[in-house]
């Protein structure tokens, strides 16, 4: 168990490591040559360029202007300063939203700790629990002085912790809906202001059914000239398009290495550069390295070309899904939004995701087998957060220098040592854990990709998902029962059995010095190292000294990076849920938590403004899942609570705070009935008014022209397959109010009927398309 003394050495190193980063990182940021490394998004916006330097070569490299050694913390001040308007035209609507969820900690843990400090600390430390119970095997310390724990079973001071986690309730309902109502304020107004972009007249539209008489692209365009006459403009069929990707990926490659030899020839044309065709070039025949990486490009290029025209004639490869833009937002919002037909298993809506935002691979997925795929996954998913508990055992069993004494006898004379027991006991559990939940994320994504949503925002609020449930059972609810009970088994048996809740009473609280630990940490060390960039700074200085050629290569080079929904917020979500399980139970937990929300504020404020370069803008669609994930902790907080105290012998408190859950649950379903549609749907309203505003500012505008290309996959995006369906929209436009609905299936009818010769009307289904007679 950390004692106060592990917890300063502890917090002495992690204080020390975010020192270091953020020295590091003030140094290197005003290099010359670490400009595009710590400023890419002002590059990529065209708004800042290479630092103008004078003299000797070394001058570029390293700035000798002293005064700016002075004023190495300016960028505190620099990342404050801007604005949260200027700052969502800078960097968008999800992340000024993403900032506001530290903001949201700070405004709910500021007052409850002050709370918590002035009335709940003094309760506890006054008491006398732990002196009066003797239980054994269970050891405290001063910090455990602070906490529920020194409260004497059946005391009637239990009742201002009943009070103030009713207090704790309120506040945090009261500034989740002020937060929701001004996010869903901010979401409108930004979706009204927004500048047109291709999805917000686009639908997806999937599960069309087969036609043996007409292809998919005919068979869309007839069903939408049918139901939808007035508003429909274009449709762009989805392909099969994996492995031409894979090929085109494959060129890529072999271009980028032909660059890296052509420039090292360039630099040494006294002798050509070899390679070695073997694994790896590690053995082989060797050949000429540029001879054969433009033999291998071309190879590829023709290759590229005959899967392309493959792609485009087989009909296996054409998926039954298409892109369908209409005329106007009014339009692809009544399409999005309402049931095509009397089958709901087909001609599936939705709105179509922002172009540069579509996970074009899973497109190609049937979608029936989607559903399989998902049940395959919440399968899988299970087992990997029921067997991760085993690590996470392993690393309680660190926490506690009696159970490396069991497992390891001979490492007691040096874990005795004062500095190395405190360093076992406060630092080496937070940084274990922290190791093994290094490429959880990156599984989850995994995971989700093979789901089959179309989006990388549905892609990431599924991985985020599933990485807050693991956190939450593996990393909370885990490390709770693995320390305590576990930890607490050998008095347990020789206990009899009513005083086996006395003890889960008392150590539950315990466990607070464990997160204290992880906390300082992945929210301490871990944030200050987000803005050094370590691993990006590395790689663009190896891009710009080996294949570097122009401006351009020097810009691809950068790695801005964005925000990694999925990584980032389910951790977030982590801090609130430990906040407000351990605010009536451990106070001196808080001020940990303030400290990471602020710091943490602080880091991604300037990364968001200096570096980070989204690649999509959802307009904080996400913001339910953050606000349902609150609640869900306030509620998981209120639960444990109450077995809490039925473990302290207040069980007649229990009808009191079941109210709470319930209250709880109440207002979350009152915030989801009042706000969560401007998260889900968009209003018919809002999309009439912009286009009206459209059209009175453009009336000349040539939709089709900026709809026709939007949806294409990106490797059919070449400048020949660019102007081929550039002459198409033009020749289109000409017919654009044509009413006309070319069909085949009308040809086969109207021909059915006069070779039968029957009189009366020769289908009994209604079309309204005219179709020439087939030869």
């Known amino acids: 168990m950390a004692t106060l003394a592990d917890i300063g050495v502890a917090a002495a190193i992690n204080i020390l490591s975010a020192l270091i980063f953020l020295l590091l990182f003030a140094i290197l940021r005003i290099q010359p040559f670490n400009d595009r490394v710590y400023f890419p998004k002002w590059y990529l916006k065209g708004l800042r360029s290479n630092p103008v330097t004078s003299g000797a070569f070394v001058s570029k490299i390293v700035n000798f202007d002293f005064r700016s050694y002075i004023r190495f913390l300016n960028w505190i001040p620099g990342a404050l300063k801007m604005p949260e308007p200027e700052l969502i035209d800078h960097a968008g609507l999800d992340s000024a939203v993403y900032l506001r969820i530290y903001l949201i900690g700070l405004k709910i843990f500021v007052p409850i700790a002050l709370l918590s400090w002035s009335i709940l600390v003094p ?48 506040w945090t309902c009261y500034v989740l809906m002020k937060e929701y109502e001004k996010i869903a304020a901010m979401r409108l107004a930004f979706l009204q202001s927004e500048k047109r972009r291709a999805d917000q007249f686009t639908v997806l539209v999937r599960n069309v059914p087969p036609d043996s008489y007409e292809s998919i692209s005919e068979n869309v365009e007839h069903f939408f000239m049918v139901n939808h006459p007035d508003h429909y403009l274009t449709n762009q069929v989805v392909y099969n398009a994996n492995e031409l990707a894979g090929l085109v990926a494959e060129k890529k490659k072999m271009q980028n290495w032909f660059d890296y030899y052509h420039l090292k020839y360039t630099r040494n044309k006294e002798q050509r550069p070899r390679v070695k065709l073997g694994f ?42 298409a892109f369908v833009s209409f005329k106007t937002r009014w339009g692809a919002a009544v ?21 540069r935002e ?48 069991k497992t390891a006898p001979f490492l007691n004379t040096i ?66 029962i693995t320390g305590s009970a576990f930890e607490q088994l050998d008095s347990f048996l020789k206990q009899s059995a009513d005083q086996i809740p006395k003890t889960v009473g008392v150590a539950i609280p315990i466990k607070a010095t464990f997160f204290i630990t992880y906390i300082m940490v992945d929210g301490w060390a871990g944030v200050a190292g987000e803005i050094l960039r370590l691993k990006p700074f590395i790689i663009f200085h190896l891009k710009n000294f080996f294949l570097v050629k122009t401006e351009k290569d020097r810009e691809e080079a950068m790695d801005p990076g964005q925000i990694d929904f999925y990584a980032t917020e389910p951790r977030i979500q982590l801090y609130f849920l430990l906040g407000l399980v351990y605010a009536p139970v451990t106070p001196v937990l808080l001020p940990f938590i303030i400290f990471f929300f ?15 370069n989204q690649e999509y803008e959802s307009a904080a669609a996400y913001w339910p899942d953050v606000h349902g994930r609150i609640i869900s902790a306030l509620i998981i907080s209120q639960i444990l609570l109450i077995g809490l105290m039925s473990s302290k012998g207040k069980a007649q408190s229990t009808p009191f705070l079941v109210v709470l859950p319930i209250l709880t649950i109440g207002f979350h379903r009152f915030c989801k009935g009042r706000y969560e549609s401007a998260f889900v749907i ?26 026709q290309n939007a949806y294409i996959h990106p490797v059919f995006k070449d400048e020949e397959y660019e102007d081929d369906r550039f002459e198409e929209s033009t020749e289109d436009s000409d017919n654009e109010n044509c009413v006309v609905v070319q069909t085949k299936r009308r040809s086969r009818r109207t021909t059915e009927a006069s070779n039968n010769a029957i009189g009366g009307s020769p289908s009994n289904r209604p079309d309204t398309g005219k179709g020439k007679p087939e030869p």
């Open 123 to 170: 309760v506890n430390w006054t008491s006398d629990g732990l002196q009066l119970a003797k239980i054994r095997n269970v050891t405290s310390s001063n910090i455990d002085k602070l906490s529920i724990s020194n409260v004497e079973r059946g005391s009637d001071r239990f009742w201002a912790h009943l009070v103030m986690e009713y207090a704790f309730t309120f």
């Open 280 to 321: 790896l070039g590690i053995w082989g025949k060797k050949v000429d390295a540029m001879d054969h990486y433009t033999a291998e490009i071309e190879k590829l290029s023709e290759q590229i070309m005959e899967e392309r025209k493959r792609v485009k004639k087989d009909e296996k490869g054409v998926m039954p899904a």
């Open 335 to 355: 399409c999005a939004q309402t049931q095509q037909t009397k089958n709901p298993t087909e001609w599936l809506t939705e709105w179509a995701p922002e172009a």
């Open 358 to 405: 579509v996970y074009w691979p899973n497109l190609a997925m049937p979608y029936v087998s989607l559903t399989v795929r998902r049940l395959v996954m919440h399968v899988a998913f299970f087992f990997l957060t029921f067997f991760f508990i085993i690590p996470i055992a392993f690393v309680q069993s660190l926490a506690s220098i009696e159970g490396i004494q």
């Open 415 to 480: 874990i005795e040592k004062k500095f190395i027991k405190s360093l076992i006991q406060g630092f080496l559990p937070g940084i274990v854990l922290k190791i093994f939940l290094i490429f959880l994320p990156t599984i989850l994504m995994i995971m989700s990709k093979f789901e089959g949503f179309v989006s990388i925002s549905s892609l990431e609020r599924r991985a985020a998902f599933r990485y807050y449930i693991f956190n939450l059972v593996n990393v909370f609810l885990g490390s709770i």
């Open 598 to 612: 602020g710091f943490a504020y602080l880091i991604f404020r300037h990364q968001i403004i200096n570096v980070y």
């Open 682 to 707: 968009n209003p018919l309203q809002e999309a009439m008014i912009k286009d009206t505003l459209e059209r009175a500012k453009e009336p000349n505008l040539n939709l089709k022209v900026f709809l």
